[in-house]
């Protein structure tokens, strides 16, 4: 029996598994697969040798204030890796730990094919990368066609696959008249899914609230978590005083949520691509330790954090980044959208025109699962 072992470290990585491997699965049934993922690739009957919150950290300092437990984290997944012996190794994102395991793993059996899902962003900082990871990777996909150059130049084989989040998916059926006030417009509020992520944002967003709350009171905001998360994000709010906010974690109510949501605060990274699709306005907020802002600064090349604004070159999606990412700006954007219905109608046009560039001809999952089907029929 053919075995693929994927390895994520982080719940965005998770969810992006979890839709290709599921799509894999139904023309694949005789494989066998283990992984390192989250309660996306649970949710599809594949185990984990890890809980995924114990590999995830955020920033330079907590990586250097953890770097034994993640060298130890490191060895240990390559040690059972190598133990189940699979014949492809999927790995998906967050490079500094996947592709270090990926490294090993080719040194100490070459016979197990690599695959690399979500390319570094090797064209934001660490072009050098690339020299190396021709060393160790066998295959790598990448989401956006101008990915392609900076590993092709290389000679590393690159297929252009698209993201699997801009797949539009069938429409189920949800009732939410249990979770959300009759006569509230919704505001989706995406606090990250780390837990440092959550304590530093959580405070900022329920200041933004309270001021929302002096102007406006026909607004619901709703709170988009990991299960893991929830209990951290109720804690917050439950200690704020607010009345007006929901909390949800399950995927498809979420889904469902974005979609009736009149506008989205979010945590920049992935989830920004998915409001886009539901063509929901928005704006990105992030902040992290001066330390680790400070060491960005020096590394970064390009101007925008957003994709969207880094793939059309111009600021799209509003962000406000470290200082800027506080309760008055928030609401000052936020309520600017709101009375400007043009500037809402002006975002989501650039935003339609930028996400033409990033579609493929067949879905991205379908993409990737084909990709995989060939390698292991090899």
């Not at 189940?84 to 016979?111: A, G, M, Q, W």
């Not at 899914?193 to 309270?210: A, D, G, H, Q, Y």
């Not at 929830?230 to 979609?259: A, P």
Request: with cysteine; glycine share 2%.
């Amino acid at each position: 029996m053919k075995k693929i072992f994927i390895l994520t470290a982080e719940p965005s990585g998770d969810k992006l598994a979890a839709k290709v491997i599921s799509k894999f699965k139904i023309n694949n049934p005789d494989v066998n697969y283990l992984s390192l993922g989250g309660e996306n690739l649970k949710k599809i009957g594949i185990d984990s040798i890890l809980k995924i919150e114990d590999v995830t950290y955020l920033g330079f300092t907590k990586v250097i204030l953890n770097i034994f437990k993640i060298k130890k984290n490191i060895s240990y997944t390559a040690k059972r890796i190598l133990e189940f012996n699979p014949d492809i190794l999927f790995s998906v994102d967050s490079p500094d730990f996947t592709l270090r395991v990926s490294e090993i793993i080719k040194k100490k059996n070459p016979k197990i094919k690599t695959v690399h899902f979500v390319a570094p962003q090797v064209w934001i900082w660490r072009q050098g990368r690339v020299k190396k990871m021709k060393k160790f990777i066998d295959h790598i996909l990448v989401l956006f066609k101008f990915e392609k150059k900076y590993f092709e130049k290389e000679g590393i084989s690159c297929e252009f696959v698209g993201h699997p989040l801009l797949e539009k998916e069938q429409k189920n059926r949800v009732d939410i008249h249990q979770l959300i006030e009759k006569n509230k417009a919704i505001i989706s509020v995406f606090p990250g899914s780390r837990l440092s992520e959550v304590r530093t944002l959580m405070p900022i967003l329920i200041n933004f609230i309270k001021l929302m709350n002096k102007k406006y009171n026909d607004f619901i905001y709703t709170f988009h978590t990991t299960l893991s998360q929830k209990d951290t994000v109720k804690k917050f709010l439950l200690d704020s005083g607010l009345s007006n906010f929901e909390i949800i974690s399950d995927d498809k109510i979420k889904k469902f949520i974005l979609k009736k949501s009149i506008f989205a605060v979010a945590k920049s990274g992935t989830i920004s691509l998915e409001i886009c699709l539901e063509k929901i306005p928005s704006i990105i907020i992030y902040k992290i330790n001066f330390i680790n802002y400070l060491i960005l600064k020096l590394l970064v090349k390009v101007k925008y954090a957003n994709i969207l604004n880094i793939a059309s070159n111009k600021m799209i999606i509003p962000e406000l980044l470290q200082s800027n990412c506080n309760a008055e700006n928030i609401y000052k954007n936020v309520n600017f959208f709101i009375e400007n219905p043009n500037e809402i109608k002006k975002q989501l046009t650039n935003i339609e025109l930028t996400l033409d560039t990033f579609m493929t001809k067949n879905l991205p999952s379908d993409e990737v699962s084909n990709y995989l089907k060939k390698l292991i029929s090899f």
